[in-house]
Every structure is written in structure tokens, then in C-alpha cells.
């Protein structure tokens, strides 16, 4: 029987290289996707390219400044 493949904490962390701590705190939280297998964390590859697509942010374009004109007063 082969099913979808799951990750245990150890193995999502190390395939996402952070922390297994800051995996299991957010999973804790419910505040990333996660498995359930009875008592038992586990992490789907749709659960990790969720966590990733979540993650997500747009790049920070720099925006033009107004140039002031200074006087030439004395």
C-alpha cells in the first residue's frame, strides 16, 4: 500500500531547513498546515508547499524620492 508521503517533524524541517522547534510551535498553534495520524505529527508535501506558498511575499521595490531643490539664498 503506498500512500502520499509524510514527513515527520525532523525530516519537513531539514527538507525546509528551519528549525523542528519552530515547526511544531506553529503546527501547535494550528497557524501552518499539518497531519494528524492518530496522536502523531506528520507533514504532506501539500502541507509543506502550503506552508512555502503562505510564506510568500512580493519583492520590495524601492521608491523614487522627490528631489527638493535648494536655494541658492545667502
Avoid at 519537513?12 to 523542528?20: F, G, I, L
Avoid at 519552530?22 to 497531519?35: E, G, H, N, S, V
Wanted: net charge positive; glycine share 6%; aromatic share 6%.
Amino acid at each position: 500500500m503506498s500512500g502520499p508521503q509524510l514527513y515527520t517533524p525532523a525530516e519537513a524541517a531539514q527538507v525546509m531547513k528551519v528549525r523542528e522547534s519552530w515547526l511544531r510551535k506553529k503546527a501547535a498553534a494550528r497557524l501552518i498546515p499539518c497531519t494528524f495520524v492518530g496522536r502523531h505529527l506528520r507533514f504532506s508535501e501539500g502541507d509543506l508547499e502550503e506552508i512555502v506558498r503562505s510564506g510568500s511575499r512580493p519583492p520590495v521595490t524601492a521608491t523614487p524620492r522627490l528631489r527638493t531643490r535648494r536655494s541658492n539664498r545667502t
